[in-house]
């Protein structure tokens, strides 16, 4: 059996089948696109990197479209925060919005009042695990503090960047949200 197949039988229904997550990447940094992050209990989050994905294990993954997989990301996203405690400020015109769980972040957002124009931020353990710019659409994922993935359009999937692209965006995810924790702690005081 394949390192990237399942198995499954009828005495075991809720097992969940793996699935590819993206396009081939290059995991074992040999230089080639041909490995696949796979996604092993169904929240759209990669559990492992496969090298060197065969046709023959490719056949037995499902493989999911870009929009079956954003949708599949931002449903783990909106369990995550549900049930949490929400609270909004505004200030100068930006409504700025945070969301708890036992008293640890699950989401934090500002917008611009009059144009709804801003960036929300997901995190899970205390470190950004997504963040939605919503002029745009665009969604940043993920692991570790690491660029994983863009969604631009709900669908279009980028998972290479260029040094620049994965330098701001971490950046983004390291210190983006403090001027939003900030207005909270202040009004603490």
């Known amino acids: 059996m394949s390192q990237a197949s399942t198995t499954s039988n009828s005495q075991t229904p809720a097992a969940k089948e793996s699935k590819i997550i993206g396009g081939a990447i290059d995991c074992d ?7 696949s992050r796979i996604d092993d209990d169904g ?14 294990a490719q056949q037995k993954i499902k493989t999911e479209s870009t929009k079956e997989i ?11 925060t549900e049930g949490c405690d929400e609270a909004t400020k505004v200030r100068a015109g930006v ?4 969301c708890t769980i ?19 931020f997901w995190f899970k353990n205390n470190k950004v695990v997504a963040i939605r710019y919503f002029h745009s659409g665009e969604t940043l994922f993920f692991d570790d503090e690491t660029l994983i993935a863009k969604f631009s359009d709900d669908e279009k999937l980028q998972s290479n960047f260029t040094n620049e692209e994965r330098r701001e965006a971490e950046n983004l995810a390291k210190e983006g949200y403090q001027t939003i924790f900030q207005v909270f702690a202040e009004s603490a005081k």
Do not use: H, K, W
């Not at 954003?70 to 995550?80: G, K, R």
């Not at 409504?95 to 945070?98: G, K, L």
């Open 29 to 35: 940094n040999d230089g080639r696109q041909n490995d």
């Open 102 to 120: 036992n008293n640890q972040p699950v989401a934090a957002s500002e917008a611009l009042l009059e144009v709804g124009d801003g960036v929300g």
């Open 70 to 80: 954003f949708d599949t990301l931002m449903q783990a996203l909106t369990e995550m």
């Open 43 to 56: 929240n759209g989050i990669p559990d492992r990197c496969v090298i060197d994905t065969s046709a023959n």
């Open 95 to 98: 409504s700025y919005r945070i």
